[in-house]
């Protein structure tokens, strides 16, 4: 075959979409290395580095460094450094993913009732503390059934169509909304007051245990999802032209549900309910790098993570205490969209 | 290559056909005709195992389609639906590349040889220039151009095609007819459903004529696009002329003006017009 013009433009524009991915990523790790060094206890930025080369490198002795200094750092900022990016990574993707396996670029990873359903668990847990003893396990427990409910409630004759789906996630996550509710009139003020703060979100207790415990299922699942993004290219095109393309829609969207909706329990189990993250990185990433799976996905990822370390550095920093972050990301969301819809609306909503 | 046996099929307690049989042979055009609401969409839902039948086989390539797997199938029969728009803004050459899905292999797996067919099956339509825009933004028209790009893209021996000319002007009409032609010339078998009679008797090797409830009529065009079978799915609407050796159909009451026109008009003594002989089958 004879060169066409644009087959070169074409090889290009690929080239330059991996650049953009580089870059994004870079641009995570530099605001990570900024947001380690900013914190209301002011240590200076020689000091934070020489912490954490101390912990990275054999030669230099931990203990030579300033004690508290070294809390800080290292047991407080830079795990929950690193588990707002994995936190961040887990929502953005799962939410690509659901808006793809949807087909609706409106759908949020919370769609299926994972952020109710993990909300009563929290909310039980906090409540019974002596009956669930983990808030956390309790958590995900939850938001895995509610989904799971959701997918049996809307499946008939082996098919789940979309729109059942979604209603069944509807009315899953209004009876956890609704169960929340009769948590809370039923708890004594502190509990109700944590469990206010756990529906706000936030990384105040984050860890390393935690981060050991999410970080690697996140980052693998995050794997998969992006191997199988031309697929998720072909499922958003509809469940008959996926048929007609050899890709079956029944076996690769439960798939890949499945795997969106662990990630976003384990994150919402971990964090509480953190809004916008899932909704609006892929919207970011599409605008970028257009609406190939293959680059929205570690688009949205990075993006997700660079996001909500901004985000999170600004909650514990803003003021002398903390705000929970889940503000913050509506705060700062919010107005994003609407200019995304009043500048791009045709072009991305159709 | 293709084979329809006895089929059956029904939503609900509705039949929408009884006992549908018929054949394709390798890289013969065929067309399926029929008035709204035959089930010939329903028909083509069945073959592609979209919807499942209740009794009756349809064979691809000799072997039962129940016992292909979806990933067989799309190697074997590619399809172009009526109407369909995606709610992201995919480019066209990227629509068109997810024709080569069912060819893919390995983790990116998409070469340059992929690309190229691509690439190749936007140059054979000539909507080249359409490559970089979005596809969800381009009219119906030119959405259904792009949907053929993307089905020779994939490479099948077996293409369905419903109502491919629907949303088309009538050039673009008349050239995805020869772009079909020449696909079938390469040994592909194709059976696309349309609504247009003429354009099934002119560019068609055979046509199946469906009613309500089956099969009216099917063969060769010339023996099944006649006054007859279009009686009795339209009910008297339409005549059947020939214009030098070619077929027109045409609504019963134009042909009946244009007989009246040529009376009136040789008893005046005018010229006859031009297209010659225009007589009654």
Redesign the interface.
């Known amino acids: 075959m004879e060169r066409l013009g644009y087959e070169r433009i074409e090889g290009f524009s690929e080239e330059k979409k991996v650049g953009v991915l580089i870059s994004l990523l870079a641009l995570m790790v530099l605001t990570a290395t900024i947001a380690i060094s900013r914190g209301v206890y002011e240590i200076s930025f020689v000091d934070v580095y020489t912490i954490i080369l101390a912990h990275l490198s054999p030669i230099v002795d931990v203990s030579s460094v300033n004690r508290l200094h070294n809390t800080i750092v290292w047991e407080l900022r830079v795990p929950r450094i690193l588990l707002a990016v994995t936190v961040g990574v887990a929502l953005a993707t799962s939410g690509a993913v659901f808006q793809g396996c949807f087909r609706n670029p409106l759908v949020e990873p919370y769609i299926l009732g994972v952020s109710s359903g993990a909300a009563f668990g929290a909310s039980l847990g906090i409540v019974y503390p002596h009956i669930f003893h983990s808030v956390q396990i309790s958590a995900f427990i939850f938001g895995s059934v509610a989904v799971a409910l959701a997918y049996i409630l809307a499946r008939t004759r082996d098919e789940t169509p979309i729109v059942t789906l979604i209603l069944a996630g509807i009315i899953i996550g209004s009876i956890f909304a609704a169960l929340v509710s009769i948590m809370k009139y039923i708890s004594n003020d502190t509990a109700l007051r944590e469990i206010v703060f756990w529906l706000m979100g936030g990384f105040y207790y984050a860890s390393w245990k935690d981060v050991a415990l999410v970080s690697p299922i996140v980052m693998s699942s995050f794997l998969v999802l992006w191997f199988f993004g031309w697929k998720l290219n072909i499922l958003s095109m509809g469940d008959e032209e996926a048929r007609t393309l050899g890709v079956n829609p029944e076996k690769y969207k439960f798939l890949l549900i499945s795997i969106a909706t662990l990630i976003t329990s384990l994150a919402v189990s971990t964090v509480g309910i953190i809004a916008w993250v899932g909704l609006m990185m892929p919207h970011a990433a599409r605008m970028i790098l257009g609406p190939d799976h293959r680059f929205v996905i570690p688009a949205a990822a990075m993006l997700g993570g660079t996001y909500l370390i901004v985000c999170d550095t600004m909650a514990r920093t803003l003021t002398s205490a903390e705000i929970p972050v889940g503000i913050i990301t509506s705060i700062l969301g919010a107005p994003y969209l609407f200019y995304l819809l009043r500048t791009r609306g045709r072009a991305i909503f159709g | 290559m293709l084979q329809v046996n006895d089929l059956y099929f029904n939503y609900g307690k509705k039949p929408v056909f009884e006992g549908v049989s018929f054949e394709v042979d390798e890289g013969e055009l065929c067309g399926l005709f029929g008035p709204n609401g035959c089930g010939k969409t329903t028909l083509f ?1 069945c073959c ?3 919807l499942k039948y209740h009794h009756g086989s349809v064979v691809m390539n000799g072997i039962d389609i129940t016992d292909h797997r ?6 074997l ?3 172009v ?1 009526q109407e ?8 066209v ?3 068109v590349l ?2 080569r ?2 060819h ?1 292999r390995g ?2 797996g ?1 070469s340059r040889k992929d ?2 067919r691509a ?2 099956a936007l ?1 054979v339509l000539e909507i ?1 220039h359409l ?2 825009q ?1 596809y ?2 381009l009219s119906g028209g030119q959405r259904q151009m792009v949907l053929m790009a993307r089905a020779i893209a ?1 490479d099948t021996k077996i293409m369905f095609l419903d109502e491919p000319t629907s949303a088309l002007d009538f050039s673009n009409q008349i050239r995805i007819w020869e772009i079909m032609r020449l696909v079938a010339g390469e040994g592909v078998t194709i059976l696309a459903c349309s609504h247009d009679p003429n354009h099934v008797s002119w560019f068609c090797n055979k046509v199946v004529v469906m009613n309500k409830n089956g099969i009216v009529a099917e063969g060769a065009p010339h023996n099944v696009i006649t006054e007859a079978v279009l009686d009795e799915i339209y009910g008297g609407m339409c005549s059947v002329r020939s214009v030098g050796s070619t077929r027109m159909v045409m609504p019963r009451k134009i042909a009946e003006r244009e007989v009246d026109r040529i009376s009136i008009d040789s008893q005046l003594g005018m010229r006859r017009p031009a297209t010659a002989e225009i007589e009654a089958v």
Request: glycine fraction near 4%.
């Open positions: 839902k592609l195992k979209f979806i990933e067989s199938m799309a190697k029969v590619a399809y639906p369909h728009k995606p709610p992201f803004p995919y480019l050459k990227e629509v997810m024709g899905t069912p893919l983790v990116f998409i690309k190229e690439l190749n140059e080249g490559a970089d979005p969800n933004q994939q």
